[in-house]
Nanobody, 122 residues
Framework: QVQLVESGGGLVQAGGSLRLSCAASGRTFSSYAMGWFRQAPGKEREVLAT????????SYVDSVKGRFTISRDNAKNTVYLQMNSLKPEDTAVYYC???????????????WGQGTQVTVSS
């Protein structure tokens, strides 16, 4: 069992930046791949970025590639999502999750945080 808590969301103007954090507890954090996901109103949850257990491998979906950066600090049991050049369509609840693989797939992740709201104004 892994417990995850997201933080860092808020309201930002288009073109601005936010940094999300996900603090983990429970099982050994470094044993898990991690991912960032989001869900907008009326939409399905979508994967944004994933990172392997060591932090040496990352993957991004095209919509955030070049704008978002996922990273992790295993010593702090924390994963981050740096979001730059934010767009109104980025507005959603953002979730972090832990799983056994860093593939870009929602189904690969077993443990989820409760989410943090990100709102981007035009």
């Amino acid at each position: 069992q892994v417990q995850l808590v997201e933080s860092g969301g808020g309201l930002v103007q288009a073109g601005g930046s936010l940094r999300l954090s996900c603090a983990a507890s429970g099982r050994t954090f470094s044993s898990y791949a991690m991912g960032w996901f989001r869900q907008a109103p009326g939409k399905e949850r979508e994967v944004l970025a994933t990172i392997n257990w060591s932090g040496g491998g990352t993957s991004y979906v095209d919509s955030v590639k070049g704008r978002f950066t996922i990273s992790r600090d295993n010593a702090k049991n924390t994963v981050y999502l740096q979001m730059n050049s934010l767009k109104p369509e980025d507005t959603a609840v953002y979730y972090c999750a832990a799983g056994v693989s860093w593939v870009v797939s929602v189904s690969a992740y077993d443990y989820w945080g409760q989410g943090t709201q990100v709102t981007v104004s035009s």
